[in-house]
């Protein structure tokens, strides 16, 4: 079983940047895929972007051209780059996981909150 471990939120300004990071206790070099969701308050959590186990990414409309999300297999580690934050960006911040037979791993989540 995956555990995972997010990691760099916290509060920010409008137009400013974080990185989040994601650490799996176990090798995840060989098919699993990663992704980040958020849920904000009173909200559905939803997906902000995900990666393939060979590199192909996928986001949301919302985050297109401001996040970037990555991997490091060597390191067991996934990131999310957000740049030019929004008041709208402000959620918890989950990353999942999935491994080769469907099974979903989630970490705790972190706290992105974008205000001045």
């Known amino acids: 079983q995956v555990q995972l471990v997010e990691s760099g939120g916290g509060l920010v300004q409008p137009g400013g940047s974080l990185r989040l990071s994601c650490a799996a206790s176990t090798s995840i070099s060989s098919g699993y895929g990663m992704g980040w969701y958020r849920q904000a308050p009173g909200k559905q959590r939803e997906l902000v972007a995900s990666i393939t186990s060979l590199g192909f990414t996928h986001y949301a409309d919302s985050v297109k051209g401001r996040f970037t999300i990555s991997r490091d297999n060597a390191k067991k580690q996934g990131y999310l780059q957000m740049n030019s934050l929004k008041s709208e960006d402000t959620a918890v911040y989950y990353c999942?996981?999935?491994?080769?037979?469907?099974?979903?791993?989630w970490g705790q989540g972190t706290q992105v909150t974008v205000s001045s």
């Open positions: 999942k996981g999935w491994d080769p037979y469907g099974v979903d791993y």
